[in-house]
């Protein structure tokens, strides 16, 4: 039975109108049908569909058009044609077999086997457009049994059988009263990529053929929707291999949709969006990876602020009078490839210097000869957003570009065009997207102490901010210290010494303020060694800031205290990311959270945890009083503000409380037993105090280390944590060990952390490397700044993504 269109065709009904009816036309390209597996997947998405029925255009499985061409390659040779018809006729057998039941699957093979017995004569007697229609033959007669297979009507219908074009011209009339011939109830499975000329020769479309099939077959339906199911459910705003922050969008206007296709666009096609230029279908872009996904819809009711930078490789600029009547749409249609037509007086055209030759001879039958440039370029062009086509390049973005030194600019209200040589890299396109479209996310970073490691964190945050250039900006927000106070926009990487410099004095309550105001995500990173600050936590937290702290004040303050910040950062939703306060840049924290989150239970921790006392016990040989070896761990950079934190063996007894409480133990500083290494008394007072008292500290350490060396052993300060059933056992203690105990053989400096746990018993875990010293904790310090701005970032995306299933919902239910 024959049933008619939804909407009786008539050349006069090609307007912009909206259709009525509800008709869907769905494309496979050949990669969603490249296995059996491929066309199960297929028939569940057009089962799925709210549609009962439908228009389903289809490519050649897989590689088959590819294997067709080298067949007709190699057709002169009888040996090598029989070779490649053997392996291919096996592939497309296994597929057939593979895909439908046993009672269909024989009639399929009947004719595929008809087909494959036509070839080598068809190859031989040059008929090569009816073996390149094998593969979209097979794939339509595959999907139709495989639909019917499952118990619907469907169809297979070549599209020779009605689509006639004249030259490139569609016939539209001619081709729609013999598509009305062929239509029947549910399913009509179509060839794409193959068509009739109007004196009956097979043709085919050329490149992406089966897209061009797709939106003629919809606009002669009168479909309302035409679905291209690809590898990807988006259109970004640029190529995202390249640019790794590149937006995805879910929905473009038409009208930049165009733009982007002539521009090369690897996902739409201007020959595929040609059909719909004065036809008002919308063609939506989805993903046969992942069906559940929206897609990306392209209409003229997308109203939405979409832009894109673009770029093309390997270009060439083809130049002549303005006056020549010849446009680059039909240059394009004629050579099927992209040539762009660059807005400016004279007429100059992009061209793939792949595509020259096509295009002088193209040009040359038409008695153009241009000028055509003597070197290739990249071309990138920005397609401006729609509702500021006059916008013009930031300051900072035409900056760069002087830079960068293009060939040749042009630019009008819709579009800029750059051609470069040599070409920008991927880093140099990711940098150039990030001015044009500033990633969305910011991560305000306020810094709090400029010392030895602060300086040092401040040094390295260009490099980082280099690094996440296009994914976030790592915006320096605000640096101070004990004296003074910058909070400013203009802070930079570069100038904050200056601006700290002139800047007011540094006030508690000014802070506050300051991070109430900013924007977040914001973090607060402690880089001081002060408890006063540490103290101040929970106040900093309720503005929403995150925090990261290098001072070990804050983790290790007495447990009620501790426990409310906690409490308030699990309130406020923010991260404390804290991991330099112990083996400043070894990840021993978090290989504790890890161990514990995948069900391990901690019996035993111990060490060095010391990077101070490591170098100084390693280094001390008795040649020189034991106070210069510590002016000298001072001037590298090891010690704490004040050294006596290191040698009162109160620093590594904090580090331990910082570990027993990662364990999720309710200790306090005092639970556990310290032996200091610095004699008693010599803690109290100044450190100028503590100077003139030195020879103390010379004298007991130069008789303990005899004592070792007569012993032959060595001394190590040992920090040790072990939960019994009794509960937990901490102390920190100077040792004598021999030299063969696992932990004499360190390097100066060396943190060692020996963790003993369920699955780590007789053989525990160990983590060895410096554990002081101001680049590797200024790193340590970056690796939580890293994790925290991956967090934003996935938070950011994870926004969005719930923001563009929220507009398609809409979008549905509207
Ligand atoms: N060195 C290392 O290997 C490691 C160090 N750390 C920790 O890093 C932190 C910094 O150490 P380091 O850089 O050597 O110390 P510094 O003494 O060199 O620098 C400390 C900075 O903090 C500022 N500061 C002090 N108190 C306050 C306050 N109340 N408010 C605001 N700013 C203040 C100081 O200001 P001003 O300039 O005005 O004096 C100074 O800029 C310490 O907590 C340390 O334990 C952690 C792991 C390893
Ligand atoms: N002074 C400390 C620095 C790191 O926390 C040490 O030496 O370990």
């Known amino acids: 039975m024959a049933v008619q269109f939804s909407t009786a065709f008539n050349a006069t009904t090609f307007s912009a109108t909206t259709v009525a009816s509800a008709l869907v036309v769905h494309k496979f390209g050949g990669s969603s049908l490249a296995s059996a597996e491929r066309f199960h997947a297929v028939a569940d998405i057009l089962l799925a569909q709210p549609q009962a029925s439908a228009w389903v255009v289809v490519s050649a499985p897989g590689d088959t058009t590819d294997a067709l061409l080298a067949l007709l390659d190699a057709a002169a040779d009888q040996t090598a044609l029989e070779q490649h018809w053997q392996a291919l006729s096996q592939q497309l057998r296994l597929l057939v077999t593979r895909t439908l039941s046993v009672a269909t699957a024989p009639l399929v093979l009947n004719q595929l086997n008809s087909w494959l017995a036509d070839v080598p004569v068809a190859a031989q007697a040059g008929r090569h457009n009816d073996v390149l229609a094998i593969g979209e033959k097979l794939s339509t007669l595959l999907l139709s049994h495989l639909l019917q297979d499952r118990g619907q009507q469907a169809t297979a219908i070549d599209a020779r059988d009605f689509l006639r074009l004249d030259g490139q011209q569609v016939q539209w009339q001619q081709s729609a009263e013999l598509l009305q011939q062929l239509v029947q109830p549910g399913f009509n499975v179509v060839t794409g990529f193959i068509a009739r000329t109007v004196d009956g020769k097979s043709i085919t479309l050329g490149r992406n053929g089966s897209d061009y099939s797709a939106t003629i077959v919809g606009r002669l339906v009168l479909a309302q929707s035409i679905n291209i199911w690809t590898d990807v459910d988006a259109i970004y705003s640029a190529d995202p291999r390249k640019v790794p ?111 020259l030759d096509a295009l002088l001879s193209f040009l040359g039958q038409q008695q153009i000869y241009p000028r055509v440039s003597s070197a290739q370029y990249q071309a990138i062009a920005w397609v401006k957003p729609a509702a500021k086509q006059q916008q013009q390049l930031s300051l900072q973005a035409a900056h760069w570009l002087e830079r960068q030194q293009p060939a040749f600019s042009f630019e009008n209200a819709e579009l800029a065009l750059w051609l470069f040589q040599p070409p920008l890299s991927a880093r140099e396109l990711t940098e150039f997207h990030q001015l044009l479209l500033p990633s969305q996310v910011r991560l305000n970073v306020v810094v709090a102490g400029t010392g030895n490691v602060g300086s040092e964190f401040l040094a390295l945050l260009g490099k980082q901010q280099q690094a996440f250039t296009g994914q976030i900006e790592l915006k320096l927000a605000g640096v101070f210290n004990s004296r003074q106070a910058c909070f400013s926009d203009d802070l930079t990487v570069q100038n904050w010494p200056q601006q700290l410099a002139t800047a007011p004095a540094y006030q508690k309550q000014e802070l506050l303020d300051y991070l109430a105001a900013l924007p977040s995500p914001k973090v607060l990173v402690d880089i001081t060694p002060s408890k006063a600050f540490a103290e101040g936590y929970g106040d900093f937290v309720q503005t929403g800031c995150h925090l990261i702290s290098a001072n070990k004040q804050g983790v290790t303050l007495p447990l009620a205290q501790y426990q409310q910040i906690s409490a308030l950062v699990a309130e406020q939703q923010v991260s404390w990311l804290a991991n330099t306060t112990v ?90 037993e310290l032996t200091p290494l610095l004699p008693e008394g010599l803690e109290q007072g100044s450190w100028d105090e503590f100077w003139l008292k030195r020879d103390e500290l010379d004298s007991a350490v130069a008789a303990t280390f005899a004592t070792a060396k007569a012993a032959g052993q060595v001394l190590r300060y040992v920090a040790t944590l072990t939960v019994t059933a009794e509960g937990p056992k901490a102390n920190v203690q100077l040792l004598s060990v021999a030299p063969d105990h696992p932990l004499a053989a360190i390097q100066a400096c060396d943190n060692v952390f020996v963790i003993e746990s369920d699955w780590y018993q007789a053989n525990p875990l160990v983590l060895k490397g410096p554990g002081a010293g101001r680049l590797v904790t200024a790193g340590g310090i970056h690796a939580d700044l890293a994790i925290l701005a991956r967090q934003q970032m996935a938070a950011a995306k994870a926004a969005r993504h719930s923001q563009a299933q929220a507009a398609a919902w809409a979008n549905e239910r509207a």
């Open 245 to 355: 922050s590149a937006r995805a969008y879910r929905q473009v206007p038409f009208a930049q949709a165009r733009t982007l296709a002539q521009l090369g666009n690897p996902v739409l096609h201007a020959k595929t969006l040609s059909p719909l230029a004065d036809f008002n279908a919308e063609l939506v872009v989805r993903s046969s990876y992942e069906p559940e996904q929206p897609g990306c819809r392209v209409s003229r009711q997308a109203a939405i602020e979409v832009q894109f930078v673009t770029d093309l490789a390997d270009v060439v600029l083809v130049t002549f009078p303005k006056s020549q009547q010849v446009t680059a749409e039909q240059a394009a249609a004629a050579l099927q490839s992209t040539v762009f037509a660059v807005p400016g007086d004279v007429k100059s055209w992009v061209v793939e210097q792949k595509n």
């Open 583 to 672: 083996g400043a840049g070894l990840p021993v924290q978090r290989i504790l959270q890890e161990l514990q989150s995948s069900g391990d239970h901690i019996q035993q921790i111990s060490g060095i945890f010391s990077g101070t006392l490591s170098w100084l016990l390693c280094k001390y040989d008795g040649s020189a009083p034991f106070s210069e070896f510590v002016t000298k761990a001072q001037a590298e950079g090891l010690t704490e503000p004040d050294p006596r934190d290191d040698l009162s063996g109160k620093d590594v007894q904090r580090k331990l409380l910082v570990l027993a409480r990662e364990l999720g133990l309710t200790l306090d500083i005092n639970d556990i």
